[in-house]
């Protein structure tokens, strides 16, 4: 399914801004739709290379608003493991044709939602020890699953979950290691042919939209109850998977 360019143009935008209160705290989950919406109307190799330099423009602002507050032991086990799986993740989009990187798509986001229905339990069953391993695997889950999907997040989540960290810890630790794993991707999507130039160039006055998001979503997260905003995100993943799934 492809939209025309007024469609396409209008998701772009709605999408920047939801990526960019996602990147200010307002929730992971909202910036798991990115992806899946915008493979609504355009083909999945072009979204990828599409957002990928939004996400790199946010991270500077999302990491500006948490400085400093991360923790660097944490964030240098994952990226090893996160050039795996970003190798191994650019080998199958450059092998799959397109509508096999739609379902594959699909099925990053239904897991993601599976994750988000049994957290609590799966966390709960785990008897944790920590091993230096365990940063790699997680950070080449994510690699994996963030180059086809800018969507990582879960396995992330688990692995700093199990941490123990505080609050603001956890979320200063993933946005800086998902702002290292989203300049990992930029030479692998280079070699891979996924940026439009012209197309990006053209958009580039939507760029102001990006800092304002960031700034709403760090006012908006502490708003909004946390609950019934991950209700509704679930929601909407799992429908966003079946439309790409049967249309």
Not at 122 to 150: C, E, M, P
Not at 209 to 236: C, H, N, Q, T, Y
Request: hydrophobic share 60%.
């Amino acid at each position: 399914m492809t939209g025309s360019p007024i469609v396409v143009l209008i998701m772009i935008i709605f999408v920047t801004f939801m990526i960019s209160l996602s990147k200010g705290g307002l929730g992971g989950m909202l910036g798991a739709l990115a992806t899946p919406m915008m493979v609504l109307v355009m083909p999945a190799n072009q979204v990828l290379g599409l957002l990928l330099p939004i996400l790199l423009l946010a991270d500077v602002f999302a990491i500006a608003l948490h400085w400093r507050k991360w923790n660097g032991r944490l964030v240098w086990l994952l990226t090893p493991g996160a050039v795996i799986g970003v190798t191994i993740g650019t080998f199958f989009i450059a092998n799959a044709p397109t509508n096999v990187l739609k379902t594959g798509l699909a099925v990053i986001v239904l897991l993601f939602v599976v994750y988000k229905l049994l957290e609590k339990r799966i966390l709960a069953s785990l008897k944790y020890q920590d091993r230096n391993w365990h940063g790699w695997l997680a950070g080449t889950v994510g690699g994996f699953a963030s180059s086809l999907a800018h969507s990582g997040g879960p396995p992330i989540s688990i692995y700093l979950m199990l941490q123990e960290v505080t609050p603001s810890v956890f979320i200063a630790t993933s946005v800086l290691f998902f702002a290292i794993l989203n300049w990992i991707k930029v030479p692998y999507y280079l070699y891979i042919h996924l940026f439009d130039f012209q197309r990006l160039w053209q958009i580039a006055w939507i760029a102001p939209i990006v800092p304002l998001g960031v700034w709403i979503g760090r006012w908006m997260g502490s708003k909004i109850s946390k609950e019934v905003f991950d209700g509704i995100m679930v929601a909407l993943l799992a429908l966003t998977a079946l439309l790409l799934i049967f249309t």
